[in-house]
Each structure stands twice: as C-alpha cells, then as structure tokens.
C-alpha cells in the first residue's frame, strides 16, 4: 500500500529543517516549516513554501509543542510530518500522534522507537537477537562477593553503573579488583541519593573503544539493507566533532559483522525508515552494541557521502510505502567521507557557547564540499538551540585527501562576529593522531591543550589583519583620507557595489 | 599618511595606510612597509596582493567600536582605543560576571544572603549547556542586578558579592 | 621515476582555472595564475598564490603566447604547467616547449598529441588497434563508378566529405543512389574552393545518432583504464549543452566494449595522464570511433560525480610519475550525474552572445550540487572569452532524481544584469525526450521551437517582479516614501546591512 | 500611496506599494490587491511571504534606468519610462545596428559605396562567434559609424545604408 505525500510538515529548525525542505522540493512535494519567535526570519522559514509560528522561544512552548505541531499541519493541509535529529525526533508519544491525526510519519514505528528507548529493554532485546553486547552483570539481588565473582569472569577494568541511571552519572571504572567493593558501596549511595535506585549492574570498561555505527535502512516490505558504518570517536565530553566512513581501524571482517549485527538488530524490533546502531570497538576489534538511534543523523551526510545515496528522500519513498530500490549487494561503500561541525562556541574558554549575530558567514564552495547549514550571512545564532552553525562535508578518493581537502574548505571559510570552533577542528584534523587513524573516544578530552590554538595570530597575519582593518575604516571615515591625494577608488565599496540592494 | 590605531590582546597597534596615486596601497606598520594592491574579491573581501608575490584574502566588519577581520579564514577581532577606554571601568573585585552571554535560569540568592564558599547563586544557560554561578568565597550578597529569564551578555554583572 | 610537483602554471583562465588551483592548493601545491589584460581581476587570478600578467585581451597576446607561458612559469618558479582546456591544451608544439624548458606537463606526451590531432593519421592508427570505425571509403584514384560501388557496400544514407577539409564544410548527406553522382561533383568543387584539395571519400551517415565518449586515464608505468562514459548527444549546433554518465542508452555489454576499445586507442598511441575517446553510436548501439580528445574535458566533473575521483589531482600525481592508485575493477560507476553548462546568451536571439556585468550571479547550493563557476556576482562576462558563466553539476542515485535535482538547482540560480540559457536548460531536461533519454544529436536544433522559452512571464511572475521591483525602488529614493507612515526598516536595507563593507 | 511606474516589452505597468505600521506591505497592481512581508533572504534577496501563504523568493537591481529583477529564479528586467523615452529616438530604417555585443573584427565598406543585398559590410565578433552584417538590400552606404577593433553595445548603430 503506498501513499502520495505533498506536503511535509518539518517538525524542526536550523540545517535539518532546511536540509528535509530540500529534498521535498526537488521531489516537488510542498514544504511547510514552523519557528518559534526566536526563528521568525530563519532560514528554514524563508525557504519554506509556507511557515507556522508555534510559540515562544523556549522548546517546550514551539519545537516541543506536541499539540501545535499537530495543530499546524492541519492548518497547512500537511500530509507528513518530519521530525528532524533532536527535539521530538525521537518521541513515541509525538508519532503516535501524528499517526493518530491521520498523517504519515516519516520514521520509525511508534514501537520500535520505544523498544530502543528504554535502554535495559533494548538490552534485552539485543540479547536475544544475538547482537554482541558489551559482558556485564545485572542482579537486583547479588552480594557483593557476588559481584566481585562477576567482575572476575567479565574481566577488569569494569564499570559499576546505576541500573537506574543516565547522563554518566554515578558511574565508577575500577581497575583493581580491591577497589571493587568500595566502588560498590559508594555507587550504591550514590544512585539511590541521584535515582531513587540502589541497583548498580557492571560492564566491562573499554579502553580506547572506538565509537562507530552503522546507518541501517529498511522498509515496510521487510527489506533491512545496512549502509556501511560512520566512525565518530572524535568526540569532546560525548557531543561528536568530526565524522568518516569508511572508519580507519575496521576490517573488511568486523564491518561486515557489524552491518549483519546492526540488520538484525532492526529486525529485531521490526524497524522500518532510517536508524543507527552504535557500537562501541575494541582497538582489537571486538564490538559491543550501545544503542540504537531511531532517527536520521546528524551526521547522515557522511553516509550519502560514500554510498551516493540520498537518505531524506529515502525516507520520504519509504514512509510512502514504497520498496527500497535496492538490495544490500547494489550498495558499495566508495571514497572517503567526512563530517566536521562548526559551531559558535569558545575553545579557549572551556568551549563555552558563543551566541552571536554571523556578521558574516562565508562557507567554502569546491568540488567534493558540501555545506549543510540553517544559517548565512546576518543570521543569528540565538542562545535558545544548538551552536552549531553549519556542517562541512568532504568526499575524496582516500583518508588523506578527504582530510586536506576538508584543512581546505575550514581554511576558506570565514566567520566574522562571533568565535567559533574553527581553529579548532584544523588542529584536530591535522593532528598526527588523527591523520593517522588512531583517535578513539577519549582522546580529544585527553589532548585538550595540543588542539587549542594559540591565542596570538603569527606577525604577518597580524599585520594583514590591521591593514584589512584599516582599509575598511576608510569606508567609514572617508574624511579622514580625503588629504588630496587619495584617489585610490575604495576597494571595499567595489566589493561591494554590486551586493547592494540600492546600488 | 592616515593612521589608525587597533586594541589587540591588551596591545595597541597603529598602522598608517596611504592609497597611491597608481591605485596601490602603502602600509606601515611599526619598522615594516608594504605595498600591495587590493582587489575586490568575492562576498565582499579583498585578496591583498603585496608586491613581493605574496597574497591573502581579507575581510573586515564593524559593530560599534569593535573590528572584525579575517586573515585567510582566521579570524582577528580588534577594538578602538576610544572602545577600550569606555569599557575599562573594571568590575570590582567581588563582582560576578557573565562567562558567557546566556539566560538567567534561576537566582538562588538575594541581596544580604550570607553565602559559603563554592555555594550556586546563580544558573545561567544558552544552547542547552547550563553554568553554574557559585560564590567564590565565603561572604554575604551585596547586590543582585539580573533576575530569572534575563538575557545577560558575556561579561555582564550579575551578583556583587563582598 | 617521481618529481615533486611545487608550483603549478595554469595557463588557462575561467572556471578550469580556478578548478585546476583547487586541486593545487588541497595537494599543498602553488598555484600560479595568468592573466590577459581583461582578466586583471578575474576570479582565478584573485584566488592564486601568484598571478603573472601576459598581455592584451585577444588570445594570440596572452593565453595563446607560448613564449610568455614559458616565461612565466620559469620566472615565477613553476615546475609544472597545466593547460586546462580549450587554448593550448591539444598543442603538441606548446607540451613540447614546456618540456624543453625543463617543466613538467600536465598532460599527455606530444607524440600522441600529434597522433590524435591529425584525423586521418588517428583514422588510420585506430584501424590498426581494431577500434571500429565508421564504415566507409577513401581513394585518391577512385572513380565515380567505384563511389558508388562504395556506397552500395557501405550502405546508404552516405556522408560525402572533404579530404582535406575541417569544420563541417563541404560535407553532403546523401539517401538516394541517383543523387550521389551530382553530390560527388558539388562537394568536389566545393571542396576544391574550400581546401584547394579536391580529394573526397565516403562514410556512413549515422541516423539519430549519439554522441557518447569514453574518459580514458593512464599512467607513466603502461596502466590504462577506462571510466565509463558520458553522453553528450544534448548538442546545439555542435556544441555540448548538457553531459551526463550513464547513458541513458547504453547497455552493460556495449558499455563494456566502448571502455575496451577507447583503453586499446589509448595504448595504441602510447597514451599517459587524461583522455577522451568520442564515438558516435547508433540506436542498435554499435559504436564508431570519431577522434581523441587529448586532454581534460569540460564536462569531466560528469566522470568525477559517477567514479568519486578527482581527476585534476590524478592528471597531477599521474604527471609526478606515479602508478594510478587503482585498477580497473576498483573503479565503479554509481548514481547518476548530470552537468548542465550556464552560458551568456539568449536563446530568444538565436543564441547570440550576451556579454555583460553580473550584478548579482547567485549559485545554487545544496547536497548533491556542484558549481564550477570563473565568476562571481559583481564579475564580468567580456566578449574576449566564451560565454561560460558555471557549470552547474548535480548526482543523485537514479536519472530522475538527478534531472529533478539539477532543474531545482537551475531554479535557485539567479543572474541579473545579462540574459543566459537558464530557462532554455530547464525546457530542455524537462523535455519528454530528454526524459525518456532519447535526445539524439540532431535533437535540440530540430526541436528548438519547443525548448525557447515563452517571452512573457506568467502574471504572478510579473507582479511579484513588479513588487520586487518597488521595494528596491524605495531604497532608491527614499524620499517618496516618507510620508509620515511608512515606519517599515527597509527590507532591502536589512538584507544587505550586513555584507556591506562599511556597515 | 507612492506608485512606480515600470516597461516591460513596451507595456507600462504601475504598481502602488505601501509600508503598514505593522510590518507588511501592502501592493496594489491594477485591480489585484496584495498583502506581504517582506523577509531578508540570503545574499541580498528577499521572501515575499503574501498573506495568503504564497511565497516568492526576489531579487533586484539597477543600473541607471534599467531594474533588473528575478522571481525564484526567473528573470524580468524593466526599464524605467523616462528611459524608454530616452531611447525611444529610433533608428532610421536603413540603419543597420548591432545584433549583440562585441568588437568590430572588419569594416569592408566606405560612406559612398554602392552595395548589393547579401553583400557583407561589417564582422563583428563576440566570444569566438562571428556575425556578418550584410547589407537587407541594394543600395549605397551614407555612413559608417565605427572603425576595426571597436567595441560596440546591443542595438548601437552601426552603417546606414540608403
């Protein structure tokens, strides 16, 4: 049974709004966008063919607002509804909704997004599919010597984790099986003041684990094919900074291991549109499912970067019903692909966010770039959402030359108005670690200092800096060098005659 | 020759900028010259093309009495002498500031609050990344000059504290 | 035997200059720019390491100038000169002098540029490697009576052409035996007139044929490889208007045996660094070797989108010496791209150039698109050059995605201030035979009519150009606006507020 | 309300264009109505968001009389009247003008020549395209108005023929 949706109701904001409102245009589907007070003149709204305000700036009062969004489409004569990355994206109760008033949703089954959400039933559903998971031990009755038995046999390090926790709180790596009860006890206080919840379960600890993932697909006619894997170990405090695939450290072997794991772990909850399975590697490795995202990506790019696929539209063919026009053996995972986010934040103050007006933003333009952004130049990166400002997305033949052609696009592309993480994602890029392949997920946090750029600029860029200046203050104070002899027609207003509405 | 004078890291520099008569530019800056054309370059910038050979692209922007350039895609930002004038009435030695431009989640305090030493008198957030204002030592509230839901700049005083 | 390449000469100009300077800078190379007096502030010059001026705007005085090139290059310290395309690119005599100055050339060896560029030597030399040519006749001797014997075997209609002749002259197609004898004695008259050479011969005239080449590559060390096709039959007047890979008419087999064939002329003239092999192809899909292309292809991006690779950077390595990084059977062709070339001129005119100022020249951006472009806003089309304003190339995973993406992207291009092909492109790739993939090389001249666009707007296009029109009005003469209730900020003024240098 | 008057392909259009108090615009062309916003798009564009939820994506320029202007994309240029009237001094009928831009390659023919129809007088060349101007039919040459190597706009005289 297929569907012909015209009008998609992007429930979101920022470059994923904008980047879903492309691809309904190109696939001449209407596309409606809705903002908050804060994103009136946004970007996603100008493009949009019709836009619908929500409510306040706060999430909670627009892109949380289950009943406005509904609301929204409604009005707009909307037959689809897509979610984005982030706020309801990931909400079973906003796509049951959704399917309740009568529109597509374009993702996953109510089901499955809350299979995957409560993490210990993902767990256990895992198990049972045969999807590696990392060895752990979960009683809600076991002693402590029971625990230290366990630690044994899962092997040290192990991590002691609140069975009712989240967010990393009361975690403890222990190496040392004397420290284990100490560890216990201390948790154990510490979940039950943090949770409500003494129970504690173990794990083993990975050291140098690799974060990598793999993009999965499937449709409503039981077809599940995977899309190779994304590497994300460059991570700062687990918020990811760059993204690749092909990942440098995987074997042909582990991928197709992994891409079989991450296929029946779909199946496993009866998947249907785009998802991801995270899996956390061993530098030997070994993988061990995490999680699985119930969403498109922020990184998807890095995907449609080496399979030449377009993941939105997909998305868009198959909530309509349609088969995946392909079987797994068509897809090759081709060149190589990176990600690196921009965001307006401060890396030398303890990468505290930068909110700011983009006075102006210059993104790079080349072959083999691709720039996903809800911003240009005038915009403004409001302190109510995310900081990030664009995504650069290289592809090239190899590693190496995706890595100096992503140096090259950082280096073109120009920020005035507010501090950004540039400087920043050209020292992690060029850092030897990373050319060669060896970041895993604590490395950015444990070699902080070597990626911080230096304050000062070199002399001769600090001297091209003053003369740029100086040559742009003679447009504001032209009096000052009407001294006769300046007849030097003003280079800025040439650059700028023919960008001006009134020239 | 024009001269002007930019606030960088606590230095000022003065660089003294001529346009010649065969549409070049003379530049000084400290014991160093340079001649270099300028050319209209795409977006609004200027490639500067010194006659050494040597070439960057540049662009510049101004709010107020702040300059923001771009050297090849670094970005420098300076401040006019006159700027850095007005903004150095430094806050006191017991005042809180604004690490960050945000929103006032929360005041836990009020003005003649005694206060320990790393206790949270205030949560400021933006971009879901929540700062927790503590105090730095032991002492009572002074004054209080945000309240709940203000959006306060990178800098701004919110709590003195003596 | 390698050599580090340091220093590039473009000895070009436009968009292939820049594209060739991209490469340059992402492998860490310099790049060195030439400039004729009407390019003093062109885009590849302002994006270049170095740029050396050459003379007056004709060819003849700067990009034509062997012994400038030759100065340049050694007085700016250039180890290598790549010629783009178009200019010097297919002269043997400029590859030689390169060479003897001691610099590496970034292109095939003289010897087959040569071999390639005298069509009846090529003819010859393809025979003897077994590329099939088109059939047909050649004899100095030959009677009437033995043409016509000829074209019997040949099979009719016949191309009756000119020895010694070029550019379409003298040439007549010829479908009834009994008209052979007066076309044989026209064309020999015409011919004789025409090239002082009155020498004819016969070929076989290809009915709704295909124009449809094959980019070869090879390396210093015997490698030759082919990368698939592209399909260049959307043709006006013999000029390529849209490339796309695949062809929409090949089959696996044909495909396979074009890519053999073009690898064998290749090897035949001992052929290294980028090639194209043209052939024209029938509806029953056998195919004929036309000529050799001897050096980078306009429409090469087509060739990058399909296979992930860059073909500038592997002219590069390939000219430093070094294998190709891949063999045959790691190179696949995938998705589907298509290249749509924006030029300055108006359809409604018959084509005629429209040089002029771009006052604004807004390029599409979005995933999936590539522009290559000389020029932005501001920048001027001259009359010295071609008419090329970008190239606007876009992939996707099926033919119909890519046709939908590229009409979108044409969508989004704005040029004011000169009249281009834009709307005529549209009509074209929404034509129903270029839908079906049916467009033959005789196709857009005989379809013209259907593919001008209509001069007149639609009504809601004329209002809101009208609208447009007023509110920029306003920001000229603010003055009438004033009339005590106009308190809206200027939406122009707000727009541009901040990409004006003096703000 | 202020009205602006603009040419295209010889008809007059007017349209009257209102700044509200509440932010929009309000446009009047002949007997249809509009109401907008008008949102500052990217690179100097605007959306124009009708309040029936249509939307355009516009652009425009000028050069003297000239207002160039693109409606999501489609080009319509215009020309302010008094420029039409400007320009409106026709050429003669057998003036011979310009079909495009470009450079005069040759002049084959001098003022007092007799020529016939079909005969060549003038190439002009632009972007490796060549155009012969040939004489419409039998006559002789009153003037020549350029030489070799000028450079010459769309519709610039260029021989007049009687």
Known sequence: MTARITNILIANRGEIAVRVLRAAHEMGIRATAVYSDADASARHVRLADHAVHLGGAAPADSYLHIARLIDAARASGCDAVHPGYGFLSESEEFAAAVTDAGLIWIGPPPDAIRAMGVKTEARSLMERAGVPLVPGFQSDTATDAEFVAAAERIGYPVMVKAAGGGGGKGIRIVRDPAELPEALAGARREAAHAFGDPRLFLERYIERGRHIEIQVFADSHGNTVHLFERECSAQRRHQKVIEESPSPMLTPETRAQMGAAAVEAARAVGYVNAGTVEFIVTPAGEFYFLEMNTRLQVEHPVTEGVTGLDLVKLQITTAQGHRLPFKQDAICQRGHTIEARLYAENPRLNFMPAPGTLIRFIAPYAPGVRVDSGVVSGDTITLHYDPMIAKIIVSDWTRTDAIRRLDRALCDTVILGTTTNREFLRALINHPAFLAGEVDTTFIDSHLAELIPPEHPDATTLDHALIAAALHERTLAPSSVTNGKAITPDPWARADHFRVGGE | ?162
Do not use: C
């Not at chain 2, 850095?84 to 003005?111: E, I």
């Open chain 2, 1 to 162: 020759m024009p001269t002007y004078s930019y606030v960088y890291n606590g230095e000022t520099y003065s660089v003294a900028l001529e346009a010649l008569a065969d549409g070049t530019y003379r530049a000084v800056i400290g014991e160093r010259a340079y001649t270099l054309r300028a050319i209209p370059n795409e977006n609004g910038g200027l490639t500067l093309a010194f006659d050494d050979g040597d070439r960057a692209t540049v662009y510049a922007s101004s709010v107020s009495g702040t300059r923001y350039t771009a050297v090849n895609g670094d970005p420098v930002t300076f401040t006019l002498p006159e700027a850095v004038k007005r903004s150095s009435h430094k806050a006191h030695a017991g005042d809180l500031t604004a690490p960050m431009p945000g929103q006032v989640r929360d005041v836990l305090v009020k003005a003649g609050d005694s206060v320990k030493k790393g206790q949270t008198l205030l949560l400021l957030e933006a971009m879901k990344m929540e700062i927790r204002i503590a105090a730095p030592a032991d002492g009572e509230i002074q004054s209080v000059r945000v309240k709940t839901g203000d959006v306060v700049e990178m800098g701004q005083m919110l709590i003195g504290i003596g």
